[in-house]
């Protein structure tokens, strides 16, 4: 059972970076592709960006964040990490990381990924 556990959210103003982390004890981590999603209260859970399993150049992300963000994972250390620049109030939100369960073409979907973490709180001022 892969348990993930994010960390690195934080108070930041607009136009600042962020990375938040994704770090499992799960060894074979790198078999999974990982995703990143956001929520605010009141809405859907929201695709923000993902890595192919087995890889460190397959990577996806939602047009609000493409350019800005960055997804990358590092094996060793059984850690996918977001590197968040250019912070916009809008980026605000609990930030979440999961494994997906489906087919690669399921990456956007919440409903097919599985052992979501916590969570870690990311508040960009204006």
């Known amino acids: 059972q892969v348990q993930l556990v994010e960390s690195g959210g934080g108070l930041v103003q607009a136009g600042d970076s962020l990375r938040l982390s994704c770090a499992t004890s799960?060894?074979?981590?790198?078999?999974?592709?990982v995703g990143w999603f956001r929520q605010v209260p009141g809405k859907e859970r929201e695709f923000v960006a993902a890595?192919?399993?087995?890889?460190?150049?397959?990577?996806y992300y939602a047009d609000s964040v493409k350019g800005r963000f960055t997804i990358s994972r590092n094996n060793a250390a059984s850690t996918v990490y977001l590197q968040m620049n250019s912070l916009k109030p809008e980026d605000a939100a609990v930030y979440y990381c999961a494994v997906n369960s489906g087919p690669l073409s399921t990456y956007r979907d919440p409903v097919h990924y599985r052992n979501w973490g916590p969570g870690t709180q990311v508040t960009v001022s204006s």
């Open positions: 890595v192919k399993r087995d890889s460190n150049s397959i990577t």
């Open positions: 799960e060894r074979t981590y790198n078999r999974y592709t």
